[in-house]
Each structure stands twice: as structure tokens, then as C-alpha cells.
């Protein structure tokens, strides 16, 4: 479908609910704001069917939905950064992953970083990408079996699989084969495309799982992703504005394209060439850099509350549907405007297939 029939029919779908504005989206046009500082002052999404557009890294999503801060199986973490929401593919794939995850013995289930923000876009700190609802950050921390108060969400330390201050080795102390099973099962679901991981993890796969191989392909090596694990869902089928990467090359990746990582070019600083003219400071990405929906999406009225986009638990049932369970979330939370730390390091080159 091209660009101006996927304009049409947001727009369509977005005016069945009375909320495209275009004189609000010539606005924010208009400004010249970053787009982070638009898509990250977002509290509640466009309401629209689901739709994601454009990259992973460069792109937004109208229709996510948040999971709630609690449910049976799992917990969302650092709430004041407002990130719980996703595709509702994504959000379904989650509770499905979080009860999978205590089968395997993971504790009572799993501990859920960043998704996305609610309209999806750049965000001012941390991640690259999580820009269209199909990317999850998941704890190596199991979730405690009381639920932590919000505060506890916000504090909690990340808890690296390394050993500190030594080049790329997972520590065993921490590190157990129910990791590398919740890992692996991650991967084996249809709809995941990639796992990331940091490459020391990678490597500890490839040289201990037992199991069928095939699924450790979509484990990817990239920096950082040693104290979480990253879950990238391919396009959902008919989401036409999504634009697909490509596939993961065939194979187990336990190759030349791990080996990459354990050399020091990945690590080394860039070559500066003392005649060169200082590099001008990259520019932000604009509105304009990103699909033409996105500028609809920014403008297109929300919900009343987040109560009325939060996905149901159990049994993947929809917002609106009122055979909903007892999970539902509370009132939105706070933003504090805490200080967030970038979690995930901005990559240099990359090898093929990242
Ligand atoms: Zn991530």
C-alpha cells in the first residue's frame, strides 16, 4: 500500500472517532520541536486501530495499548517513564510469554521494562529504538513474588550478567540454565523476530545449549543487553505501514558474526582525523523524518483515560470488552520527571544480520 492510501485510511480511521485535527498537526509542524520532545510528552495514545508506522527506529504506532502495572505473571517496572505500551500483539505476547516463564521455573513470572511510549516515536532517553509497540525489554531479574511498591519499580538496580571489569564473560554465579531457557523460549515464538542480547550471553548459548538450534539464530549480539533481554516481534500481518527488517540470516549465529564481538573493533573508539573539520552536531530527528502518519498520530485525540486502553489479562481479551479481569491498571502514573539513565549504549558499526 503507498504512502498517501496509508495517510487515507489513518486518516478515515482516525475521523471515525472525531480526532484528526490538522490544524494541531500544522502546529506541532510548524514548531520545529524534536520529535522526541513531541511523541515523549504523549500521556495517552491515538485512538485508532492498531497500526504501527514505519521502522523500528524511526517510526510510531496509533491504537497501543498498555499492559497493566501488575498482572498474574508478571510486573511492569519504572512506571514514571510511561513506556507500558505496545501493539496489542505485543501486549498479548507478553502475558503468553510471562506464564511460559514460570512453566520454565522463572520464579512467579517476569519483570517488563520499556515497550513504548504511548504514541510510540523517539523518546528523550535511552533506547534507539521501541518506536512502534512491536519492541519489549524483558529483566534478567525474575519477578519477586510480592509485588514491589511503585517506588521499589523505580529503584531497583539492574543486576548485570557479567563479570564486572572483565572483557565479555558472563558470571556463573548468576547465570543458570533457566536464563538460557527463558531466553530460548523468547525466541521460539512465531511472531519474535529477534532476541538481543549482549554477546558474552550469545556466546554462553552457543556454547551450552543442548537443545534444538535452529531458534538461537534470532538471538542477536549487541552492546549493552546484559542485564535485560530485548524482544523485537515481526510486523503483525496486515499492518501495512510497518516496515519489516530483514530476515535473520540462516543458522545458529554461533559464527564469524560473534567472533566480530570479541574483537576490539567493536570496542574502539573512532578514528579521529586531525585535519578533519569538526563534525557538525547531528540534528535531532524532526516530525518530518519520520512517516507521514506519524505528524496524524501526534495529533489524533486520545482516550478518556487510560483505563479504557489498557489491555485486559487473561485470555488476551481486548480494551473494551467486558469480560475483562480483575487487572486492570490504576490511574495513570505521575511523571516525576526523574533523571532516566540511557540503559542501552548507542551502537557503533554493526556486523551483517544485526
Ligand atoms: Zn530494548
Known amino acids: 500500500m503507498s504512502l498517501p492510501d496509508t495517510c487515507r485510511r489513518l486518516t478515515a480511521s482516525l475521523m471515525l472517532v472525531g480526532a484528526f485535527s490538522s490544524l494541531a498537526a500544522d502546529a506541532a509542524l510548524a514548531e520545529g520541536r524534536p520529535a522526541k520532545e513531541l511523541f515523549g510528552g504523549m500521556a495517552l495514545p491515538a485512538k485508532a486501530a492498531p497500526s504501527p508506522y514505519g521502522s523500528y527506529a524511526k517510526g510510531c504506532i496509533a491504537g497501543a495499548v498498555a499492559i497493566p502495572t501488575d498482572g498474574p505473571t508478571w510486573q511492569a517496572m519504572r512506571l514514571s517513564r510511561n513506556r507500558r505500551w505496545g501493539h496489542p500483539e505485543m501486549i498479548a505476547l507478553l502475558e503468553r510469554f510471562s506464564k511460559d516463564a514460570v512453566r520454565l521455573g522463572w520464579g512467579s513470572g517476569i519483570l517488563i521494562g520499556d515497550i513504548s511510549q504511548p504514541r510510540g516515536g523517539p523518546m528523550l532517553s535511552g ?72 554477546p558474552a550471553i550469545k556466546k554462553k548459548l552457543c556454547d551450552t545449549w543442548t537443545g534444538d538450534r535452529a531458534v ?90 487510560e483505563f479504557e486502553v489498557t489491555y485486559r489479562a487473561s485470555g488476551g481479551i481486548m480494551p473494551g470488552n467486558s469480560a475483562a479481569s480483575a487487572f486492570v491498571a490504576p490511574a495513570p502514573a505521575q511523571q516525576t520527571g526523574f533523571e532516566i539513565p540511557a540503559v542501552v549504549p548507542v551502537p557503533a558499526p554493526r556486523p551483517a544480520g544485526w
Not at 560473534?258 to 573508539?269: G, V
Open 127 to 198: 533506547h534507539a529504538s521501541h518506536q512502534i509497540g512491536l519492541d519489549a525489554d524483558i529483566w534478567f531479574t525474575p519477578k519477586p513474588a510480592n509485588p514491589l511498591s511503585p517506588q521499589q519499580r523505580e529503584d531497583m538496580p539492574f543486576t548485570s550478567m557479567l563479570v564486572p571489569d572483565k572483557f565479555l564473560t558472563v558470571d556463573k554465579r548468576l547465570w543458570t540454565n533457566t536464563h538460557a531457557r527463558l531466553v530460548v523460549q523468547a525466541a521460539s515464538y512465531p511472531q519474535v523476530e529477534r532476541i538481543f542480547v549482549n
Open 216 to 305: 538461537l539464530g534470532k538471538i542477536r549480539p549487541i552492546y549493552g543487553h546484559d542485564a535485560h533481554f530485548h524482544i523485537r516481534m515481526r510486523c503483525p500481518e496486515g499492518a501495512s505501514g510497518c516496515k519489516p527488517q530483514a530476515a535473520v540470516p540462516p543458522g545458529d549465529g554461533c559464527d564469524k558474526s560473534l567472533a566480530w564481538w570479541f574483537t576490539k573493533e567493536p570496542w574502539a573508539a573512532p578514528k579521529k582525523d586531525p585535519d578533519a573539520k569538526p563534525a557538525p552536531k547531528p540534528r535531532a530527528m524532526q516530525i518530518s523524518d519520520l512517516p507521514k502518519a506519524c505528524a496524524m498520530v501526534l495529533d489524533a485525540r486520545g482516550p478518556a483515560s
